[in-house]
């Protein structure tokens, strides 16, 4: 049996070692010190208690900020030793520290590299679930507190068959799925990216995190980052329409007439707005005035046609009819119909565009 004795230099190197890599650890992996600890001592009171018939004397005590790593055995000091797991007798006991005998317990300091392989590995397993475990949750935590928000990201790597994006944000990983990267966007390793978490999820297999760069919300918040006014709520954002690489269609108001809300967003120069268009790599960006009146709202959102008129059809469902000079046809229709739908997504309503003279021509 181990007999009780000072740490040598040795085991005292080896103790600030473990600390040191217990720190370490902790840094790399963003989870708290006493934590992993904690998980460190219950792996190995697991596999030490293997060597005790599995009885329940085993304990193992590991406090980050005064650097103690102790695995301690406490045996009963008997007369007779029935059981040798959990028992000592007095002879061996007065051999390891004769004080124990007048308390009937000894404590009997182990060294857990005298474990044995299979001992050592099932502490090893042991651990890996619980940091795994630790992971998970702060994972989930994480992300949970940046849902429906705008986080900064580096790309790791990009899976040349699938095209998604491994992503590092902080301490953890998520994947870019290829279907919400921009269009045309080529992602390298090492970029800075700014991603929008769309739904974070706790599942069987952990955390699930989806993020998006096609998403309308990463619009808004990058107006939220880059406009102080829309930041304290002074100019509200009310509608956001996206075509993801192409073009976005944003609708802002501000209580105070004396604050032009567009122009606030565009910033002097354009330095607030291009700043966003530079993010979003040259996508257009048209800032309109929202409006309580639909007519209003809608020749706002034709931007930048100039509606001649607007006709409400139907309240339920919304319809109306928007009349544009001849010459500006093609403008209010946009190419493919890109102009007219991203107007009917901003204001919910269904437009039918017509030129003016209400002839299309050929």
Known sequence: MAKAK???????KDNKEFFEALRQMSAERGIPEEFIAEKIADAIVVAARKDFGNSDIVTCTIDPEKEIFAVVARKEIVDQVENPFTQISRDEAAEIDKNSLE???????????????????????NFRQGVHEAARGQMLAEF???NRELVTAVVQRVDPKTGNAILTIGHNEATLPKIEQVPDEVLHEGDHIKVYVVDVKDTDRGARVMLSRT???????????EVPEIFDGTIEIKA???????RTKIAVWCADPEIDAVGACIGP???RVNKIVEELAGEKIDIVRYSEDPAAFITEALSPAKAVSVEI???EPKVCKVCVPEAQLSLAIGNKGQNVRLAAKLTGWKIDIHPESGYFGE
């Open 240 to 246: 956001v329409s996206r075509q993801a690489g192409s």
């Open 6 to 12: 000072k740490m040598t230099a040795k085991e005292k």
């Open 269 to 271: 120069r354009g330095a």
């Open 313 to 315: 059809i139907s309240e």
């Open 103 to 125: 308390e009937g317990f000894i404590n009997i300091r182990l060294d857990p590299k005298k474990f044995g392989r299979i001992v050592a590995q099932n502490s090893k397993n």
């Open 144 to 146: 949970q507190s940046h």
């Open 215 to 225: 998403h309308p919300g990463l619009v808004k918040r990058l107006f939220e980052t």
